[in-house]
Structure formats: structure tokens, C-alpha cells
DNA sequence: CATGAATGAGTTTTCATTCAT
DNA sequence: GATGAATGAAAACTCATTCAT
């Protein structure tokens, strides 16, 4: 594509960008939600959804670099991002949470707002560190230790 | 300090930057050690720096600003953040865990390079949102659900 | 007309657009040169001229602002149309002023070809200045203060 | 200059050009208004004005293609100039048009607002006819013909 | 040493022109 | 021949860096 033929189709660079964002991010969250629905139990819809997370941003390192560096270049485009698509991904979380309480697998006193935050950041996290570090590494496997944290916590109940 | 003035001390602006964030999280993070050392159970040390974390940015949500949206605008930076003084944050929440660890307050089976990480994303994720957000409401509030996931994680046990 | 059809008729825009002052001048001079031809007096011939030149103007302000401001935008164009099509009508106000010093109805003296100028110039101007105004006004009201000035001059000679 | 140094003072470069022009219109407003004043009679400051404003671009022929041709270039230009400073010149012509029909030296039935126009139009023409022309020729040796003809008209009042 | 106006390399944007359909 | 989406050369603009004061 040359130049010029991006202001064709949007009003400048930043629009093309987060443009590209808003339809990469949407097709995720869609393929997420249905493969979410394939589970009928909502800690397995969790599972399943950290698990393609980790494994769709494996799969393209060069989307994740995108989404973990290249996306928060721009102020306007993260505040824009974070607002919409974003929010997307937590209803997402948020909706398994409630649905996870109210059928008594999730602790009742839970602060769903809270909770959808701290698992994606957990997640953003540990893709992040993956992105910018030297290594190669395996990051789906980081799926399991990953889970076990945010399912049972830090305290050891039975102490 | 004037515009040319930074070239007197700093090769160039992104070296600026580098030190202005060196300089503020070493700072930082000298502090939350003292704090974390007047206390003697690890849960204590590890629920003092996260309301610590919290207080801190609440205060300053300039400064909030800038290790949330500014520092992440310059890829270089961000790597180069990750890869220091980002580590030292981390660092220091793993001595906790493994203090706890080892002291049989926390679970023993727990990966403590991804717990750390699990710990500084969500919290990161947290602040974040509150400083993106165009409501104005109280970041330290939310330590209260913050650590009560993090510690007792999301699966009811007693269920 | 589709953007690029005019390439097969055209070298480039600034040639379809001289293209198009010239095919329209043409044809406006055909048109005044005939009315004009249906005077015999000189002093008729003049005044028909002036008073066309507004009505034409009035008539189609698309037109007008076409002349006034579009053409001029191009300095190849405007240095162009100066020395051929411009010198037509030119040579049409000449042609009347000298058939008038001859008729002896107009002075002896006059340098006709500053006068025939000094007519364009006018004309031009008062044009211009009724293209770019915000007010709408009937431009065919001016012929009378327009003629009578270019006729009989500045100076009270009655004085 | 460097390119960019512009962009420090004006929004963007149609607004220099604009400063441009008026700053330099208006200094040669203030200098033709005060050599007008030093005549008393208001036919000698009308070819005084004439005079001078011949002498002024012949001397600048630069200046003179900037005006008759560079200015024309942008509509919005074109239209922001003849609004302000333009009209500035035309209401030191109308004032000395007036004070001559006062005086009784011009004709008590002009029309001074058409007048000044015809004035401004006529030794425009001429002017942009001198820059535009591949000829070399004394555009200062114009001014009587000028003058003659818009003082005393076309018309031949002895016959 | 400190300053901030000026710089110009790099980036973004425009728009006349091309060319596959 | 006609079309209009795509092109890219040129113009406009930005902003980190320099340097005369």
C-alpha cells in the first residue's frame, strides 16, 4: 500500500491505527466468546480464555509486540483503546466472574469490577515481559502456574 | 530548566527520560523497602506495599500519568525500564513470597516469577484504568478487593 | 467526467483548465463582438460592452468567481490567458475607442491603449469586488456610475 | 530562513504569506498617506497616489509580481485581502475623492464608492499587464495617459 | 553554564497523475 | 473510451537538537 492511499480511507495516521486496533481487537473478542461458550462450567470458560489468550499471542509475536509496545505509542490511542475494545475484553471476564458466583464456584464476596482488572493485568503482564524479553521462551506454558494464582490465591488456606 | 539545557547533562531527551525514571523508581523504591521492613509477616510486608503502591500514585497522579501512558510511549524506554528498575519491583515482592513461602504462610507449589508478575499487572492494570479514567474516584479504595483476590485468589474453597 | 478522463483528452489539469477559459472567452467575445455590432455609434458600442459584461457576470456568479479568483490561481495560466484570450476583448474595447477618436466622439489624445485598459481594469475590479463580498448586490446597478465615470472622467470641467 | 522556523511564528504557511502582505500593504498605506498629505489639493494628491504607487512597484518589480500574481494564488488570500487591507487603500482614494467633490475640483454626481474602484482596477490592470509582459518598459511613464483619462474621461465634451 | 530561537532531518499529508478494470 | 482507486513525488509540518548570545 503506498503512502498516500491511507487518507483515502481515514482522516490520518493515528485514525488508520486505531482503526486497526478497534477490528483486530473486535475479531479476538468474537472468536473469544465463542469459544468461551463451548465450556458450560464458568471456571472452565476462565481457563479456556487465559489459555487462547496466551496461545493467540504466541502464535504472533509481532501482533503481541503491537498490542504490548507499538499500541501505547500514542496517549490518544491508548486512552481510546482502554475505553472501548478494552472494556470489551473485561465485560467478557467480568460476565464469567458473576456467572461463577452466582452458581457458587466463584467466592460470593468477589468485587467483579476488581477481579476482571487483575486478571487481565496478571495476563498483560507476563505477555509483556515475554514480548520484551531476550529469551525465547514458552508462553502458553506459563498458562498453568498463571491460572493456579489467580483461581486460589497466594495464603495457604489449609495453614 | 530550559529546553537546551538537558543537552548539557543528558546525550538526549530519551536519556533524560531514562534517568527522570531511574532516578524517581529507585527513589521509590528505597522507600517501600524501609516501609516493607517495619513489618515482620510476610503478608504484612506484601499488603503494606500494595497500599503503599496505591497511596503513592493517588498522591501524585502526575507522576501516575507518566509511568502509565508517557514512560510506555517510547519503545526503547520501555524495554530498557523492564529490564532495570521494573526488575528491582519485582524483585522485592518475590523476597516477600518466598519469605512467605517459606514460613508456610504462602502456598508452597507457587511459581514465584510468575506470581510477582501476577501481582505488579494487576496492580499496574489498576492504576491504569484509574488514571485513563474521566471519572475522578479513590485509587486507594480499591485495595480492600485488590488483595483480597490476590491472596485468596478466585475459587471458593469451602464450595 | 471521471478524474482520469481528462488525461485522455488533456496533457494535465492546467491544460484542461486553459482549455477551458479559452473555449468560454472565445465564445463570450463572439457574443459581445455580434451585440455589439448591432450599435453604430461608438459611444453605443462602449456602453453595450460594459453593460453585457456585467450581465453575463450577474448572470452565472459560478462564472464570475471562476474568472476572479480561480484562473488567477495559476501563474502559467494567468500569464497565458493575458496574452491571448484577455488581449481579444482588449482589442474589441480598442477597436470601439478608435472608431470614436476618428467619429470624433471621443478625445483625440487618448492613448488608446491605456485606455482600453483602464476600461478592463475597472470593470475587473468592480467584479472582483462583488465575487469576494459577503453582501449580495445586483452588479447590473453599477453600469450607470461605472460609464459615467469612465465616459466623462473625474475632473468637473464645468469648474 | 530554514523551513521549519515558520512554524514558530505562524500557524501554517498561508498565514505568513498573509502577514506578509498586509504587513507589507500597510506600511506602503502609511507612507502613500503621508506624501498624499503634503499636497492640499485634492487633484495633486490623487496623481501624487497615482505617481507614486507606479513608482513603488516599478522600483520593486519583485514585490510588483507578489501582488499582481503570488497573491491571487489562494482564494482564501485573495478574499481575506481585498476585506481589509485592499479596502484600506480604496478609502484613501475615497477620501480624497470626496474632499475634491467638497472642494468643487471633481463632479458633484460620482459615485465615490464605484470611483475609488475604478481608480484601484484601472491602475492595476496596467500593472499586472507591466509584470506579466516580456517586455521591458517604463511603467512610471504610464502615468499621464492614466491620469488624462480617468480625470478627464473618454468623452469628448468640446465636440 | 544556561538559554531559547533557529534549524533541518524525518515524518505526515496532499493532490495531480496513472493504470488495471 | 471511461472510470476512480491507488500511487508517489512534492509540499507541508513536527520536534529533537544545536549554537550564538
Avoid at 467480568?94 to 460470593?108: A, L, P, Q, S, V
Avoid at 520484551?132 to 486460589?152: A, C, F, N, Q
Wanted: proline share 1%; hydrophobic share 40%.
Amino acid at each position: 500500500m503506498a503512502e498516500g492511499t491511507i487518507y483515502i480511507y481515514f482522516k490520518n495516521k493515528e485514525d488508520l491505527l486505531i482503526s486497526i486496533f478497534k477490528e483486530k481487537t473486535r475479531e479476538t473478542i468474537e472468536f473469544l466468546k465463542s469459544e468461551v461458550q463451548k465450556e458450560t462450567n464458568p471456571l472452565d470458560k476462565l481457563k479456556r480464555l487465559l489459555f487462547l489468550h496466551l496461545e493467540i499471542f504466541q502464535k504472533e509475536k509481532d501482533l503481541a509486540r503491537l498490542y504490548q509496545l507499538e499500541l501505547r505509542q500514542s496517549v490518544r490511542l491508548t486512552t481510546e483503546y482502554f475505553k472501548v475494545e478494552h472494556k470489551e475484553y473485561l465485560d467478557l471476564v467480568g460476565d464469567i466472574i458473576n456467572e461463577g458466583i452466582e452458581k457458587g464456584i466463584f467466592r460470593k464476596n468477589l468485587n467483579t469490577s476488581i477481579v476482571k482488572r487483575v486478571i487481565f493485568g496478571a495476563i498483560d503482564e507476563v505477555i509483556t515481559t515475554w514480548v520484551v524479553s531476550s529469551k525465547e521462551y514458552d508462553l502458553v506454558s506459563l498458562y498453568e502456574p498463571l491460572t493456579d494464582i489467580l483461581l486460589r490465591g497466594l495464603v495457604d488456606s489449609q495453614g
